[in-house]
C-alpha cells in the first residue's frame, strides 16, 4: 500500500512553545488515521503544517509522493479540509457555501451542482439548502463545515475534531458519513480527543501528546500496551475476607478490591478469566447480582503511558 | 477565466449581503448628504448676503497700513463689490464693538496685518480671506515698488485692482453669498465634495473584506480558500474587482441622488470629475488592501479604524465647513497634501474654481502615488504563502 503523506521529523515552535516536536508518521492510501490526543496535543498544527498553511522549524512533508507547498496545486486538488472552526460564510445559504467551496476546484458547472447535491445529501442538509449558517443549530453548522470541506470528492481528507460540541444523533450522522467517505476509496486523517470515535472509526491511530507521538497501532495494538487485559466487576452483597485473599491469589490476577458492594479484579491476562471466576463463586455458593467484563480502552493505555487521564487533560 | 468569474459572482454576493458594510457605502452618503442639503440650504436662504460691518485700526503711516487701510476702503465702496461695512476705530472702541457682536471682526494695520475675530462662521471666513489676500498683493506690490523706485506714492489704480482680485476670489470661494443666483448652493459645494471623498474611502471597508477573506491569517474561510488548488493573488483580484464596483456603484447612485433630488451641481468638467471619482475610489480600495494585509486585528477594529482615519480626514478637508480646510491649509498645509480625502475634496474643488488645471492633476497624480505606495507595501506583505502562526 503507497503512502499518501509521509511527514519526517517534524518540529513546529510557536514563539517559545514546541507545539509539535519530532514527528515523524506516515498515512497509507484508503486507511484512515486517527491523531487521538487531549487539547493542545498539537494535532490541529500538525494539520495545518501538512497543509502548508503553516510554516515549521524542522523536518519534510510529502504528500502524494511530492514535497507538499503552498503552491502544490496539483496536490491541494486533491484534498480536502473540515477545520476544526466553522469556516463557512454568514452571508451565503448552505447551498451557496458549499457551491463557493466546491467552485474552487471544480469548474464544470454541471458536473458541480451534482457534486454540492451529493455533499449536501451526504450530511443529511437536504432541508436545509436556502438556509444561512446563523439560522443552524451547531450540529447542523458542523455538518454544513464539512459538506465545504469534502464537495469536490478529494482522494486525502483531513477531518480536524468535527464532532466537538455536536448532539449525538449529528455526531453519528457525521461518523457514518466519514465511514461512506472511506468506503468510497478516500484516505482519512482524522483527529479527536474522544477516544470512542477514534477506536470506531480509524484504522490506524496515534496517540500524541505535548506535540510529541506517545505511542501507534492499531486499537489492538495499543491495547496490549495498557498492561492489563480484562477489568471484571461484580456486584456481591457480602463477601467474606478470606475469598478476597483467595481470588486475589488466582493466576492472571493483578489487583483485587472489595467496597461499597462491589468487587473489582484486574488481571494481567489471559483468556478466560471470567469463566474461571464464575465457577469459583458457584463452588463456594457464593451469590452474586451483576457481573461484566471490561477489556481496556485508549484510556488506560493514555493513563498507562502519562500517568494522567486522556479525558480531563 | 471561469474561477475568477466564479470568485467574482460570490464575492459580490457576499459583499451585499453584509449589511453593516451597505449600510455604510450606500445609505450613509445619501443620509448625510440629505442631513447637508437640509441643513445648509437653510442657513442659505436665511443669511443671504450683504456687507457685514467690521472695524480698522490704524496703528502707524507704515507703507503696508496705508495699503491695507485704502482696500478696505475699497472693499467697502457701495455698489457691486461692497464686502464690508468698515469703520476706522481705535483697538479699545473695536473691542468693546466686537463684545457687543456690533462688529464681526476688526483688522490692526501697522507695518504687518493682524486681526481679530468673535468666533467661526462664513463671515470670519470671509475676512480671514481678505487679509490673507491683501498680504499677498502687498508683497507683490512691494516688488514692484522696488523695481521701479522713485514712485512711492500710492497707485489707486493698484488698489482698485486688489479690490477687484478680492471679489473674484471671495466669488469663486462663497459664490452664492455674493453673486446671488438661486441655483447653486456652491459654499456648500465642498461639504458635497467631501461626501464623494467619504463614499470612495468608505469602500476602503469592501475591499478589506474581499482581502481578509481569501488569508487564512485573517479569516476562518481565509482557511479554506489557502488550501484550495487556486493562486492567491487571483482570487484577491477577482474579489477586490467585485468590491470595485460595488463602490462604484455606491458612488453613481450618490451622483444620481444628489444631483436630481438634492439639486447640487458639480459643474461642467464631466469626465474629469469621473476620473477623479474613479481615482479616489482606487484610493480607497488601496486603504483597504492595505489595512487587510498589513493590520492584524479582528475585522470589527478594522472596519472601526478605517471609518475613524475617513471620517478624520473627511473633517480636516471640510465636511464640517469649508474654514477647518481653510485653516488646515493655511497653518498645516502638509497634512492636507498628504490627505488622502483631502486630495479628492481639493481636487473636485479646484476643478470647479479654476477649471483643468495644475491643482487638479497635482491632486490626481497625489492619489496616484498614494495608491500605488499603499498596493506595493501590500503585495510585499502578501506575497507569504505560508505563516508562523495563524
Ligand atoms: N497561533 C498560535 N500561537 C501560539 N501558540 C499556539 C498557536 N496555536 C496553537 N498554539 C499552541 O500550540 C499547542 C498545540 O495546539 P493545537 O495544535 O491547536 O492542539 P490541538 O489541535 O491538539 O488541540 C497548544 O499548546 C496551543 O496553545
Ligand atoms: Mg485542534
Keep these: 500500500m503507497r503512502n499518501i503523506i509521509e511527514v519526517n521529523h517534524l518540529t513546529k515552535v510557536y514563539k517559545n512553545l514546541r507545539a509539535v516536536n519530532d514527528l515523524s508518521f ?187 507521538i506517545l505511542a501507534s497501532g492499531t486499537s489492538d495494538e495499543l491495547k496490549a500496551l495498557a498492561k492489563i487485559e480484562e477489568k471484571i466487576t461484580v456486584e456481591i452483597i457480602d463477601l467474606p475476607k478470606k475469598y478476597l485473599d483467595k481470588i486475589s491469589h488466582f493466576s492472571n490476577v493483578q489487583n483485587v478490591t472489595y467496597s461499597n458492594q462491589v468487587l473489582h479484579v484486574v488481571y494481567k491476562k489471559g483468556k478466560n478469566n471470567l469463566v474461571e471466576l464464575i465457577d469459583y463463586f458457584k463452588k463456594e455458593k457464593i451469590k452474586y447480582n451483576k457481573i461484566f467484563s471490561l477489556r481496556p480502552t485508549l484510556n488506560d493505555v493514555f493513563l498507562e503511558l502519562t500517568g494522567k487521564e486522556l479525558r480531563d487533560s | 477565466m471561469k474561477l475568477f468569474f466564479h470568485n467574482f459572482l460570490y464575492s459580490f454576493k457576499i459583499l451585499l449581503r453584509n449589511k453593516v458594510l451597505v449600510f455604510w457605502i450606500m445609505l450613509f452618503p445619501i443620509i448625510l448628504g440629505t442631513f447637508f442639503y437640509l441643513a445648509f440650504s437653510q442657513i442659505e436662504k436665511k443669511e443671504s448676503f450683504e456687507a457685514f460691518p467690521i472695524g480698522v485700526v490704524v496703528k502707524d503711516n507704515s507703507i503696508m497700513a496705508n495699503y491695507a487701510k485704502n482696500v478696505f476702503q475699497e472693499l467697502s465702496k457701495d455698489g457691486q463689490d461692497k464686502i464690508f461695512q468698515m469703520e476706522y476705530m481705535s483697538v479699545l472702541k473695536a473691542e468693546e464693538k ?90 456648500t459645494m465642498i461639504e458635497f465634495y467631501s461626501l464623494i471623498a467619504m463614499t470612495c474611502f468608505y469602500g476602503a471597508m469592501l475591499a478589506m473584506t474581499s482581502v481578509n477573506k481569501n488569508l487564512a491569517n485573517m479569516s476562518f474561510v481565509g482557511k479554506r ?28 447612485g450618490l451622483f444620481f441622488y444628489t444631483t436630481f433630488f438634492l439639486h447640487i451641481h458639480y459643474g461642467e468638467h464631466f469626465l474629469w470629475i469621473v476620473l477623479l471619482s474613479l481615482f479616489g475610489a482606487i484610493a480607497g480600495l488601496s486603504l483597504g488592501v492595505f489595512v487587510a494585509s498589513v493590520l492584524k486585528s479582528n475585522e470589527n477594529t478594522k472596519i472601526g479604524f478605517l471609518i475613524l482615519i475617513t471620517m478624520f480626514g473627511c473633517f480636516l478637508s471640510g465636511m464640517m465647513g469649508i474654514t477647518m480646510k481653510y485653516l488646515v491649509d493655511k497653518n498645516f498645509p502638509i497634512i492636507n ?48 504563502q505560508a505563516y508562523d502562526s495563524i
Design chain 1, 26 to 212: 506516515e498515512v497509507k492510501e484508503g486507511e484512515i488515521l486517527g491523531l487521538l490526543g487531549p487539547n493542545g496535543s498539537g494535532k490541529s498544527t500538525t494539520i495545518n503544517c501538512i497543509l502548508s498553511l503553516l510554516t515549521f522549524q524542522e523536518g519534510s512533508i510529502q504528500v502524494f509522493g511530492k514535497p507538499m507547498t503552498p503552491t502544490s496545486y496539483a496536490s491541494r486538488k486533491k484534498m480536502g479540509v473540515v477545520f476544526q472552526d466553522v469556516c463557512v460564510f454568514d452571508e451565503l445559504t448552505v447551498f451557496d457555501n458549499v457551491d463557493y467551496f466546491c467552485g474552487l476546484y471544480i469548474q464544470n458547472s454541471a458536473v458541480r451542482k451534482e457534486y454540492v447535491e451529493d455533499a449536501i445529501a451526504l450530511v443529511g442538509l437536504q432541508d436545509f439548502k436556502k438556509y444561512t449558517p446563523k439560522q443552524l443549530s451547531g450540529g447542523l453548522l458542523r455538518r454544513l463545515n464539512i459538506a465545504c470541506g469534502i464537495a469536490h470528492k478529494p482522494q486525502l481528507l483531513f477531518f480536524d475534531e468535527p464532532t466537538v460540541a455536536v448532539d449525538p444523533q449529528s455526531r453519528n450522522n457525521i461518523l457514518e458519513g466519514i465511514k461512506i467517505l472511506r468506503d468510497m476509496g478516500a484516505t482519512i486523517v482524522y483527529t479527536s480527543h474522544y477516544m470512542e470515535e477514534v477506536e470506531i472509526l480509524c484504522d490506524r491511530i496515534i496517540i500524541l501528546d505535548k506535540g510529541k
Design chain 2, 98 to 187: 466686537l463684545q457687543k457682536k456690533e462688529i464681526v471682526g476688526y483688522v490692526i494695520c501697522s507695518s504687518s496685518l493682524s486681526f481679530v475675530i468673535g468666533n467661526n462662521g462664513i463671515y470670519e471666513t470671509i475676512l480671514k480671506t481678505v487679509v490673507d489676500q491683501v498680504m499677498e498683493e502687498f508683497a507683490i506690490y512691494t516688488t514692484l515698488l522696488e523695481k521701479n523706485e522713485g514712485n512711492k506714492k500710492m497707485d489707486k489704480a493698484w488698489i482698485e485692482k486688489t479690490g477687484k482680485e478680492i471679489n473674484t476670489i471671495l466669488q469663486k470661494s462663497f459664490v452664492s453669498l455674493i453673486d446671488d443666483s438661486p441655483s447653486k448652493l456652491s459654499y
Design chain 2, 225 to 252: 480558500v489557502q488550501v484550495s488548488p487556486t493562486p492567491k493573488f487571483h482570487l484577491i483580484f477577482s474579489s477586490l474587482l467585485a468590491s470595485f464596483l460595488i463602490q462604484i456603484i455606491s458612488l453613481i
Design chain 2, 337 to 384: 497634501r498628504l490627505n488622502p480625502l483631502n486630495m479628492i475634496t481639493d481636487g473636485f474643488y479646484s476643478l470647479y474654481y479654476y477649471g483643468v488645471h495644475g491643482k487638479f492633476f497635482l491632486n490626481l497624480f497625489s492619489l496616484g502615488c498614494f495608491s500605488i505606495v499603499l498596493i506595493g507595501i501590500s503585495v510585499w506583505v502578501l506575497r507569504r
